[in-house]
C-alpha cells in the first residue's frame, strides 16, 4: 500500500534543499505577506478568524486557541503580553525546534499577527536553554525582521508597535508549563502557580493578563488568517482541525516528523506505511501516542464503545493501529495526542525497564513544589531502579500503582499526571510484565542497554 | 463615633451545616468556625497561600445550574439544589468562600488524599523525633497521628540532605526534616522584607538555603522557627535544651518598646528556656522580634541584684531597710524618678508615694529608631501607663536636667529611682554623691552602687502587673518564675514604705490591688486585671491625645491614626 500523502504547511519548507533560515528566503516565499495584509484588517476579525478555525493548541493540552484569547482580561487597562512557549522538552516531542532551526519567520510572521490581533505590545520567545543555536537564530530573525519594520515601533507605517524578546530558560522542563515559565520569564524559581487565582489570562506575567501559546500553534494562526478560519476548518476533521505534525521515534524503520491532517490518519498507517513498519524480525508491543506523559497503548488491545460521527452515534472497535491521529480519539481510548510526540517501542523493550527510564525523567524534572509530586516521582523512580538494578519484588508492580495512584488531581500543575500516568498505564497494561519481573529477571541478557 | 460596616457575609455548607463567614474567608479559616480542623502544613493566617503542601485538600460541590436556562437544578429526592461535587479535592487555603458552595472536610475523598500526603511527606523525612526539638509541638507528628494511615510501604532509601546548617547567628537547620512548605520563605520576604532563603536544586531534592552571600540574621529571624511546621528550622539557644511538654507557658508583654507585643514565657521549675510570640491580631499578630526574645537572659544574667536589701552596702533585711529609707523620706527634699518600664500597678503605687511625700515625679524617657514593624521609637513599655495613672502628666525626657538642676541647687536631699539608672539619665558622680539615694531595682549599676538603701525587686517575668501599649491598648502580663531568693515584689516594697511614711497599706497582690485603682484612675474605672480580655483593652486616649509622642508607624499602628483607634 503506498504510504498516505503528507500535507506539509507548517512543516512545508522544512528540509528543502536550498531553503534557508534568513529573511530574505522567506520573502522570496510570500513571507511577511499576510501580516500586511492582517494590520489592516480590525484586530477583533482576526480573533474571530481563529475562533472560526477551530484551532487548537499544540503544546500538550489541545486547548482552542480561539477560547484562550476569548478569556484574556481586556478591561484591566494593564498591558497584554504573549509568550511563545518554545521550550519543547517533552521527551518524544521535536517540532518546534525544527520551525525555530529551519523556518523562524514563519513564527514570528505568526507571533506579530497574534499580538496585532490580542493588542499586545510586548511578546517574549521563551526557548529551552539546551537550544542555544535556536535562541542565536531567533535574535538574528527578529533583528532582520525590524530591519524590515515587521517587528518593533510603528510596524509598516500603521502606528501599530511590539517588540519580541528572546528568552533563554535554563535547562528545566518545568519550565514549559506556562505559569512556571511566567515566574521563569520573571526571573524567579519555575515553580507553577496556583490556579485560581493566578490564571495566565489574568494573572500572568507580572500579574498582567497573558496568552501563552505553542511554536506550532503561532505558525497555525498564521495560515488561519491567510486562507480565513473556515477554510482552514475543513482541513482535518471536525473538532480536530489544520495538520498535525506527528514526531515519531523509537522502533520504526523510518523515524522522523509527519505531517498530515489531524484525524486523517490512522496509528497503523502513521508507523507502518509512513514510518516503514517495525525493525526487521521485530513486532510492535507498545507505543506512546503523545509524548512521554501520554497513557501507554499496547498492541493487541481492543478499544470499544461509542463515538460521535456527524451528528449520529456509531460503535467502534479498534486496535492500536485503527485509532484516528486526532486528540479526541485519542483521548476517548484512555490516552492524549498531546504534543505529537509518538514513541515507538517494539519486542525487544522489557516495559519495566523502559519505564524505569521515563520515571527517573519526571523525578528529576519535578519542581519539588508540591507534596504528591515531589515525593511520589522519586519514590516511583527509586523503585524502578530499584527493580532494574537492585533487588524486584513481586509486589513492586502493585506497590508502583499504589504510589502513582496518590498523585493525579492532587496538585498544583498537570506534572502530576505528567509524572503519574506513564506508571499507572505501564502497570495496567504489562501488569504481567511487572509482576513477573523478579523472575523474568533472572534470565535477561547481561549485555542489554543499561539504564539510567 | 461610627460603627465598623458589617462585613459582607457569604453562607456556605461545611459538612452539611450552613454558616455564614465573612467574604474572602477561605474554606479553613471558615471550616475552624465549626471546630472542623482542616489540616494543613503550608497555610498561614498571615502569610501569602502558597498551596503547595496539598494536606489541606477537601471536597467541594457547587449549587447546580442549568448552562441554558440559568435556573437552579433541583434534587428531586431532597427537594434541595441539587449540588455539582467537583470529582477531584481542592485546597481549602487556596479556596474562597462563594455563595452556596458545599464542602466536605472528611469525605472518604479527602480521607484518601490526606493518607497519601502524609505517606509522602514521610518517606523521605528522618524520623528523628526522640532527637528532635520540635517533638511535641509538631505538626507532622500530629497530623500522622491524626490522618496518617500508620503504616509504611517504602523500602528504599531516604535522601540524605544536610543536618545542621546555620542559616544565621540565631537559626539552624536540619534539612532532612524540611517538608518544603515554604513559610519560612514567604516569612522572609513579606513580612521581614528580608528575602534570604529561597530553596535550591529539584524535585525531593530541593533543599532550603540563603541566598549566595546572605544570612538570615533579621531580627525576626526567629519567627521562621515558629512558624516551621516541623522541626527543620531550630533556635540555636534553645537546641536540645529542654522536651516542651515539661515547659510551662504564662502569658507575658514584650517590654523592649511601646508596641507591647503578646508573648508566651516558657519555663521550668524557675528556669526560663525560651520566648515565643503570642498572637494578637491587634498588635504583633503571630510575630515578635529576637531581641524581645532574648531579654529573658536578663533575668538570670550576672549583675542581676540578689543578694538581699542592703543599708550602705551591708547586708540588711526588708524592715530594716525600709526603716532606713523611711529615715531618709521623713527628712524631706525627696524626688521620686519611676519608670516607663513599671507596671500600670507599680506606677499607682509609686504614685500614691510621691503624693503621700508631696514630691515631685520624673521618668526617663529612652527613644531609638523604630523598625517599623514591632519595635517602636519609645523603647518604654509603659510610659502611657504613667500618664493614665496621673504618675506623670508631660511626656518624659531622656536626661534629667530639672533634677540635676535640683540637686545642684540643694533643693533635693533623697531621691527614690524606681529601677532607673540615674547615671545613664544624666546624673554626674558628684551630684550622686550629694543626695542620698533610694534604689529598688533588679540590676546593678552606678546608681545601685551609689545607694544608701538599696532594695532588689523583681523582673517583669517574675511578677504580675499591665502594661499600656502605643495605641493605649491595656495589656496584662503574669508572673512566669519566683524572683531570685532576697528580692522583693515591687509593690510590696512601695506598700510598705507608704506604711512606714503613715499613709495606709495597699494590696500587694493584682488581684487585690485592682479595685482600689479602678476607683480612682478615671480611664480604668471599668477595668479590672481579672476581666482584661487576652488581647488587651483599648482606652480612650482622648485626654493624651495633643502629646507629642515620639512614634512611627509600627505593624498595627500608625501615629496620626492612634486618636482615632481609640
Ligand atoms: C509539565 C508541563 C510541561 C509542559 N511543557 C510544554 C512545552 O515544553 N511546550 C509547550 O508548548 N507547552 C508545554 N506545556 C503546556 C503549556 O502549559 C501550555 O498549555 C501551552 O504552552 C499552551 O499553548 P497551546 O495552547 O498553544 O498548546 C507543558 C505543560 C505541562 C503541565
Ligand atoms: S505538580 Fe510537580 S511540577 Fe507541578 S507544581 Fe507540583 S511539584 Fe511542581
Ligand atoms: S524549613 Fe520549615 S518553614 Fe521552611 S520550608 Fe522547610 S518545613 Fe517549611
Ligand atoms: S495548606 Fe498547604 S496546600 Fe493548603
Known amino acids: ?452 | 463615633m461610627i460603627a465598623a460596616p458589617k462585613p459582607d457575609l457569604v453562607t456556605v455548607n461545611i459538612d452539611g451545616v450552613d454558616i455564614a463567614v465573612p467574604k474572602g474567608t477561605n474554606v479553613i479559616e471558615a471550616a475552624k468556625l465549626l471546630q472542623k480542623d482542616v489540616p494543613h502544613y503550608c497555610y498561614h493566617p498571615k502569610l501569602t497561600v502558597a498551596g503547595n503542601c496539598r494536606m489541606c485538600m477537601v471536597e467541594m460541590g457547587m449549587p447546580a445550574v442549568d448552562p441554558a436556562t440559568k435556573q437552579p437544578v433541583m434534587d428531586t429526592a431532597t427537594g434541595k439544589q441539587k449540588i455539582n461535587w467537583i470529582p477531584r479535592p481542592q485546597i481549602g487555603c487556596g479556596t474562597t468562600v462563594a455563595p452556596g458552595m458545599h464542602i466536605k472536610t472528611s469525605s472518604q475523598m479527602v480521607k484518601d488524599a490526606r493518607e497519601g500526603v502524609m505517606e509522602f511527606l514521610l518517606i523521605n523525612h528522618p524520623l528523628d523525633c526522640p532527637i528532635c526539638d520540635q517533638a511535641g509541638e509538631c505538626k507532622l507528628q500530629e497530623q500522622a497521628t491524626g490522618y496518617g494511615r500508620g503504616y509504611s510501604r517504602f523500602v528504599e532509601e531516604k535522601n540524605v540532605k544536610p543536618k545542621r546548617t546555620q542559616l544565621g547567628p540565631r537559626v539552624t537547620l536540619d534539612d532532612e526534616r524540611c517538608i518544603l512548605c515554604s513559610r519560612c520563605i514567604r516569612f522572609s520576604k513579606e513580612i521581614a522584607k528580608d528575602d534570604v532563603l529561597g530553596f535550591v536544586d529539584r524535585g525531593s531534592y530541593s533543599t532550603l538555603t540563603c541566598h549566595p552571600g546572605k544570612k538570615l540574621e533579621n531580627n525576626y529571624s526567629l519567627n521562621t522557627v515558629d512558624i516551621c511546621p516541623v522541626g527543620a528550622l531550630t533556635s540555636t539557644d534553645f537546641r536540645f535544651k529542654m522536651r516542651v511538654w515539661f515547659l510551662k507557658q504564662t502569658n507575658t508583654i514584650d517590654i523592649e518598646s511601646s508596641v507591647g507585643v503578646n508573648a508566651t514565657v516558657w519555663s521550668r521549675e524557675g528556669v526560663i528556656y525560651r520566648l515565643t510570640p503570642r498572637r494578637n491580631d491587634a498588635v504583633n499578630d503571630t510575630w515578635m522580634s529576637d531581641s524581645g526574645r532574648f531579654l529573658y537572659k536578663q533575668v538570670a544574667a550576672a549583675d542581676r541584684l540578689a543578694a538581699g536589701p542592703r543599708i550602705n552596702g551591708a547586708a540588711s533585711t526588708l524592715d530594716n531597710a525600709i526603716a532606713g529609707a523611711a529615715e531618709l523620706l521623713k527628712a524631706g527634699s525627696v524626688a521620686l524618678v519611676g519608670s516607663g518600664r513599671a507596671s500600670v500597678e507599680e506606677q499607682f503605687a509609686l504614685k500614691k508615694l510621691a503624693d503621700q511625700l508631696g514630691a515631685s515625679v520624673s521618668l526617663v524617657a529612652r527613644t531609638a529608631q523604630g523598625d517599623k514593624l514591632l519595635i517602636s521609637a519609645d523603647r518604654n513599655p509603659n510610659v502611657r501607663g504613667a500618664l493614665v495613672t496621673g504618675l506623670i502628666s508631660a511626656l518624659p525626657s531622656a536626661q534629667l536636667t530639672q533634677l540635676a538642676a535640683d540637686i545642684d541647687a540643694g533643693k533635693v536631699k533623697t531621691i527614690v529611682s524606681h529601677g532607673e539608672d540615674l547615671a545613664a539619665a544624666g546624673l554626674t558622680p558628684a551630684q550622686l554623691g550629694k543626695v542620698s539615694i533610694i534604689y529598688l531595682g533588679t540590676h546593678a549599676n552606678a546608681t545601685s552602687a551609689a545607694a544608701k538603701v538599696l532594695i532588689p525587686t523583681l523582673h517583669t517575668f517574675e511578677k504580675a502587673g499591665t502594661f499600656v501599649n502605643q495605641q493605649f491598648r491595656i495589656q496584662k502580663f503574669a508572673a512566669a518564675v519566683p524572683g531570685p531568693v532576697g528580692s522583693t515584689n515591687d509593690l510590696v516594697v512601695l506598700s510598705k514604705l507608704l506604711v512606714a511614711l503613715g499613709g495606709s497599706a495597699l494590696p500587694t497582690d493584682v488581684h487585690g490591688l485592682w479595685p482600689v485603682i479602678a476607683a480612682s484612675v478615671p480611664a480604668l474605672a471599668q477595668a479590672a486585671y481579672r476581666t482584661l480580655p487576652e488581647t488587651g483593652l483599648l482606652l480612650d486616649a482622648t485626654p493624651w491625645s495633643g502629646l507629642p509622642f515620639v512614634e512611627g508607624e509600627t505593624l498595627h499602628y500608625k501615629p496620626a491614626a492612634a486618636a482615632v483607634a481609640a
Open chain 1, 1 to 452: 500500500m503506498p504510504a498516505p500523502v503528507q500535507t506539509r504547511v507548517i512543516f512545508k519548507h522544512i528540509d528543502e534543499p536550498g531553503y534557508t533560515n534568513d529573511i530574505e528566503c522567506y520573502l522570496r516565499h510570500g513571507g511577511y505577506e499576510v501580516l500586511k495584509k492582517s494590520v489592516a484588517r480590525p484586530p477583533a476579525e482576526l480573533i474571530d478568524e481563529v475562533k472560526k478555525s477551530g484551532l487548537r493548541g499544540r503544546g500538550g493540552a489541545g486547548f482552542p486557541c480561539g477560547v484562550k484569547w476569548g478569556l484574556v482580561d481586556r478591561k484591566s487597562g494593564k498591558p497584554i503580553y504573549l509568550i511563545v512557549n518554545a521550550d519543547e522538552s517533552e521527551p518524544g516531542t521535536f517540532k518546534d525546534r525544527y520551525i525555530i532551526h529551519q523556518d523562524p519567520h514563519q513564527l514570528i510572521e505568526g507571533t506579530i499577527i497574534s499580538c496585532f490581533a490580542n493588542n499586545v505590545k510586548q511578546a517574549y520567545i521563551y526557548i529551552r536553554g539546551e537550544m542555544p543555536e535556536g535562541a542565536r537564530i531567533l535574535e538574528k530573525a527578529i533583528a532582520e525582521a525590524r530591519a524590515k519594520n515587521f517587528v518593533g515601533q510603528n510596524i509598516l507605517g500603521t502606528g501599530y508597535s511590539c517588540e519580541i524578546y528572546v528568552h533563554r530558560g535554563a535547562g528545566a522542563y518545568i519550565c514549559g508549563e506556562e505559569t512556571g515559565l511566567i515566574e521563569s520569564l520573571e526571573g524567579k524559581r519555575a515553580n507553577p502557580r496556583i490556579k485560581p487565582p493566578y490564571f495566565p489570562a489574568v494573572l500572568g506575567l507580572y500579574q498582567c493578563p497573558t496568552i501563552v501559546n505553542n511554536v506550532e500553534t503561532l505558525c497555525h494562526v498564521k495560515h488561519i488568517v491567510d486562507i480565513g478560519g473556515e477554510a482552514f476548518a475543513k482541513t482535518g476533521t471536525p473538532n480536530n482541525t489544520g495538520t498535525r505534525i506527528f514526531c515519531v521515534s523509537g522502533h520504526v524503520q523510518r523515524p522522523g516528523y509527519y505531517e498530515f491532517p489531524a484525524g486523517t490518519i490512522t496509528m497503523g498507517q502513521l508507523l507502518n506505511e509512513v514510518c516503514g513498519g517495525p525493525l526487521p524480525g521485530r513486532k510492535f508491543k507498545a507505543v506512546i501516542p503523545g509524548g512521554s506523559s501520554a497513557k501507554v497503548l499496547r498492541f493487541g488491545e481492543r478499544y470499544k464503545g461509542k463515538r460521535k460521527v456527524g451528528a449520529d452515534m456509531v460503535d467502534y472497535d479498534w486496535g492500536v493501529e485503527d485509532v484516528p491521529m486526532d486528540f479526541d480519539s485519542l483521548a476517548m481510548i484512555g490516552s492524549m495526542g498531546g504534543s505529537g510526540g509518538v514513541i515507538v517501542m517494539d519486542d525487544s523493550v522489557n516495559m519495566v525497564e523502559a519505564l524505569a527510564n521515563i520515571n527517573a525523567f519526571y523525578s528529576h524534572e519535578s519542581c519539588g513544589q508540591c507534596t504528591p509530586c515531589r515525593e511520589g516521582s522519586l519514590w516511583m523512580k527509586k523503585i524502578t531502579t530499584r527493580m532494574v538494578h537492585g533487588e524486584a519484588r513481586p509486589q513492586d508492580g502493585a506497590l508502583l500503582k499504589g504510589v502513582a495512584d496518590q498523585i493525579p488531581g492532587r496538585t498544583i500543575c498537570a506534572f502530576g499526571e505528567a509524572c503519574s500516568w506513564p506508571t499507572q498505564s505501564f502497570y495496567l497494561k504489562f501488569k504481567d510484565e511487572f509482576d513477573a519481573y523478579s523472575e523474568a529477571k533472572k534470565t535477561l541478557p547481561a549485555d542489554r542497554l543499561t539504564l539510567v
